[in-house]
């Protein structure tokens, strides 16, 4: 099992920046991708950006350039970190944490609990 914890977000004005966070324990060696989706009210959940267990990132056309994707591996943890910078206000959503795992059974997708972002205008 992977447990997933966010933290981060909050309110910010257009132009501004945040940092959200995703540290992922338990059988994280299962794991070989992590990424952040993001859904607006109204709207299906969408990929923001993910990387891979190697450090190969990908990002939505959308986000491209103003957001990083990084990650950290330390004290049995790995942690997800997603730098959003000149954020506009339709980057407004809940960002969801998501771990891609290879189990047993098969793969499997975690999820966090999701944090709120929200820019104003």
């Known amino acids: 099992q992977v447990q997933l914890v966010e933290s981060g977000g909050g309110l910010v004005q257009a132009g501004g920046s945040l940092r959200v966070s995703c540290a992922a324990s338990?059988?994280?060696?299962?794991?070989?991708?992590m990424g952040w989706y993001r859904q607006a009210p109204g709207k299906q959940r969408e990929l923001v950006a993910s990387i891979t267990s190697s450090g190969s990132t990908n990002y939505a056309d959308s986000v491209k350039g103003r957001f990083t994707i990084s990650k950290n591996n330390a004290n049995a943890k790995i942690t997800a970190y997603l730098q959003m910078n000149t954020l506009k206000p339709e980057d407004t959503a809940v960002y969801y944490c998501n771990a891609k795992a290879l189990k047993a059974s098969g793969p499997f997708d975690y999820w966090g609990q999701g944090t709120q972002v929200t820019v104003s205008s």
């Open positions: 338990g059988t994280i060696f299962s794991i070989n991708a």
